[in-house]
């Protein structure tokens, strides 16, 4: 599967428009993930922001096989060991840098990267 372009928030109903800080990047410790989540009546968006080996990836946090979110209690979003994102629905591992799954029901399929912009203390969406 091709991995698609990435999401502007602001096509989305309730997503925030372009420009919008998403966080502060001293709010991400390594390894740190955040939820990030924008409501407007019965409409909401979540995307997760992970930071893992001084990278940081911003995705719609969704998994594409279910739609469900990859986090169910918490904002950790890495498996146990810490070496790729994972869909606590159903097992489903994605590589950090990319957001293709490599194991589990929706191997191959991406997740949908948000468009941001980074400064060197925050991030906003695009």
């Known amino acids: 599967m091709k991995k698609p372009s990435p999401l502007h928030l602001e096509d989305l109903p309730a997503g925030p428009p372009a420009g ?8 991400l410790p390594e390894h740190g993930g955040k939820e990030i989540i924008f409501r407007e009546d019965r409409f909401r968006v979540s995307v997760l922001v992970q930071k893992k080996d001084g990278i940081i990836k911003v995705y719609d946090n969704r998994c594409p096989h279910a739609g469900t979110p990859l986090n169910m209690f918490d904002e950790n979003f890495l498996n146990i060991e810490g070496s790729h994102l994972i869909c606590r ?9 990319s957001g293709k799954c490599i194991l589990g029901p929706c191997k191959g399929e991406y997740l949908r990267e948000v468009a941001v912009d980074m400064t060197d203390t925050a991030i906003f969406t695009r």
Request: aromatic share 6%; hydrophobic share 35%.
């Open 20 to 27: 919008t800080k998403l966080c502060n990047l001293a709010d």
């Open 89 to 97: 629905t159903h097992g489903a591992l994605f590589n950090h840098e």
